[in-house]
C-alpha cells in the first residue's frame, strides 16, 4: 500500500495536469478541476487506463483494472477534480476500494 | 539517431476526421485528390464529392472503407516521396488492401474492386440477421472468457492490446456481452460502426465465394514485405496474399502479436497512414522500444 503524504495529492494533481495538457495539446492553463474530460478536452476511456498504468507504476499499486471499472461503473468521473478524488482513494485503498461503496 | 526500422501500417476504417493533419502536407491533397476521381470513376461516383471538413460517408460503410483506402495509399505515397521509406508494411482488418498496394502486389484499380467485391460478398450475410462488432476496453481475455462462454456464436475477433479487444456476432448477443463486461468492470464498451461480423466464422460462406474473384486477380510478388495480421508471418508470394485476402475476411486477427512481431524485426519508428491515430493510441499499451506517429508529425521530424 502507498503511504500517503501531505504532497500526494498535489503530486497526483500535477500528474493529471500534465497529462491530460499533454494527451490533448491544451494548455495547462486552460485545465481546471471542473474541466469536463469527454465534453472539454475531448479526452477517452484510453486515455483514463493510461494514466492508471502511470499511477500503478508511480506509486507501486497492487490494483486490477477491472477493480477501477466497477467502482467507477457506480462513481462515474466526468471531471478532472472528480478523477483526482478517485486517483487519490485509488492510491489509499488499492483492491479495497470496492469496500467503499 | 534514425531509425533503424521502419513499418507502415494501415487502418480499416474512419471514425471521424477531427485527428486527420493530413491535409497541411504538401502535395498531400492533390494526390489524395486525384486518386479519389480515380476510385469515383471505378467504382463510385460520390466519391469525387467527399469532403473531409463536412465528416462525409462516415454513415456509410463501403465508402468509409474507401476513403481509408486512399487515405492509405496517399500517405504512404507522400512519405516515400518525403524520403521515409518502410522496411514493413501491415493492414489492421481490412487495412490490408492499402498494404497490398504500396507493397507492389496489386493495382490502386485492383484494391478498389477486391474492396468492393468482399463488401458485396459480405452484405449478402447481412441479409440473414443484425450483426455487428463491439469494442471492449479495461478487461483482459481471461476476464471476458466466463462471459464469452455463455454466448457461443459471439467470437473474441481481435486483440489490440492486453487490455483491449474486439468481438463480432449478432447484434443482440453483442450488446448482451457488453452489458456483462460492464458489469465485470470494463473501463469502456461500446458497438462498433459496422454491420457485417468481420473475421468471425459467419463470413466464412461468404468468403469462400469472394475466392472465386480474388484468384482472377494479377496479383504479383511483393517489393516490399507485408506482415500478416492473422499469422503474423511476412507475406511474399502471390499465393500467399490471395489466401491472407480470402482468410481476412472470416479468421481472427491479432493486431498486438502483428506490432509485437514488428518490433522483433527491429521495427522502431511506426507510421499509421490513415485520416486517425487510432493504432497510434492503442500503441500506448503494447510496451517496447519504438514511437508511433502519424504522418503529419514524422514528416516534421
Known sequence: ?101 | MPPSRIAFVFPAFVRDYQDDRSLSIPGFTQHFSELLIRASHLVDPELCFFDAREQNFLDHELRTQYIAYIHGCTSAFILEAQGLHPHYLSGYSMGIYAALVHGGAVTFEDGLLLIRHAFQEISYTTLTGRFGMAGIVGLTEQDLSPILARFPEVELTNQNSAYSVVLSGRQHHLEQVLEFAREEGAFHTRMLNVTVPYHSHLLKSAALEFARFVYTRDIKCLKLPVVSVLTQQILHSPEDIKTELVENLYKHFNWLKAQEKMQKLGVSLFIECGPGRNLTKNARFIPGEYVFKIPFDALAD
Open chain 1, 1 to 101: 500500500m502507498a503511504l500517503i503524504t501531505d504532497n500526494t495529492r498535489s503530486e497526483v494533481t500535477e500528474i493529471v495536469y500534465d497529462f491530460f495538457a499533454d494527451e490533448c495539446e491544451v494548455d495547462k492553463s486552460r485545465i481546471t478541476d471542473q474541466t469536463n474530460i469527454i465534453r472539454d478536452l475531448d479526452g477517452d476511456s484510453l486515455m483514463f487506463l493510461e494514466l492508471i498504468e502511470i499511477f500503478k507504476k508511480k506509486y507501486s499499486l497492487d490494483i486490477e483494472l477491472k477493480t477501477i471499472g466497477k467502482y467507477a461503473v457506480k462513481h462515474p468521473v466526468e471531471t478532472i477534480g472528480q478523477l483526482i478524488d478517485m486517483q487519490m482513494l485509488i492510491i489509499e485503498h488499492e483492491n479495497r476500494i470496492l469496500e467503499l461503496a
